[in-house]
């Protein structure tokens, strides 16, 4: 059982209800981590406005995103994001179960093209090891015609990642 009392989505009423809706509008699900929030309609909120500026952002494909929410959850062992974007994964591409299990190992492997392929690999380095990241690494997105801007958000997108999955975790999220 989880540790905190969360909204369910058939029981939200006032904010929380609007922003579940508004969810349910762009995907089929609030999802877990998504509901982990409502406690707090204010964080709820902030969340919301982050996930929907990253869908609207036309610098980033949608299978990037998906890429760097699968990857980043694989990184830090946050099972249950690895699960649902392996799902949003699938539906978005057609990639088979060995072919995540497989880009799971080896993210090079990421069916993008190369300019995408190369921020992944980027925002992977700099969450796992953030103190690896050197001029070169942003010398090469910057050639590849990434801006500061991208690089920044990008990053911000896969350590929201950690974030969220550090909140999952220690509120035993999973156990619901």
């Known amino acids: 059982m989880?540790?905190?009392?969360?909204?369910?989505?058939?029981?939200?009423?006032?904010?929380?209800?609007?922003?579940?809706?508004k969810m349910l509008k762009v995907a089929p699900v609030v999802p877990k981590p998504l509901q982990m929030m409502s406690p707090s309609p204010e964080l709820l909120s902030i969340v919301?406005?982050?996930?929907?500026?990253?869908?609207?952002?036309?610098?980033?494909?949608p299978l990037l995103l998906a890429h760097i929410r699968l990857l980043v959850a694989h990184q830090f062992d946050y099972r249950y994001?690895?699960?649902?974007?392996?799902?949003?994964?699938?539906?978005?591409?057609?990639?088979?179960?060995?072919?995540?299990?497989?880009?799971?190992?080896?993210?090079?492997?990421?069916?993008?093209?190369?300019?995408?392929?190369?921020?992944?690999?980027?925002?992977?380095?700099?969450?796992?090891?953030?103190?690896?990241i050197g001029d070169t690494d942003v010398s090469t997105l910057?050639?590849?015609?990434?801006?500061?801007?991208?690089?920044?958000?990008a990053t911000h997108y896969g350590a929201d990642m950690v974030r969220h999955g550090i909140l999952f975790k220690a509120f035993k999220m999973d156990e619901v």
């Open 81 to 132: 994001c690895v699960a649902f974007n392996t799902s949003v994964m699938q539906m978005l591409s057609d990639l088979t179960d060995d072919q995540i299990e497989q880009l799971k190992k080896d993210p090079s492997t990421a069916g993008l093209e190369d300019k995408e392929k190369q921020l992944l690999l980027f925002v992977l380095k700099a969450v796992d090891t953030p103190t690896a």
């Open 48 to 61: 919301f406005q982050s996930l929907t500026y990253f869908l609207k952002n036309s610098s980033f494909s």
């Open 2 to 21: 989880a540790l905190i009392q969360t909204i369910d989505p058939k029981e939200a009423t006032g904010p929380v209800k609007e922003i579940y809706d």
């Open 142 to 153: 910057r050639k590849m015609g990434w801006t500061d801007q991208e690089m920044v958000e």
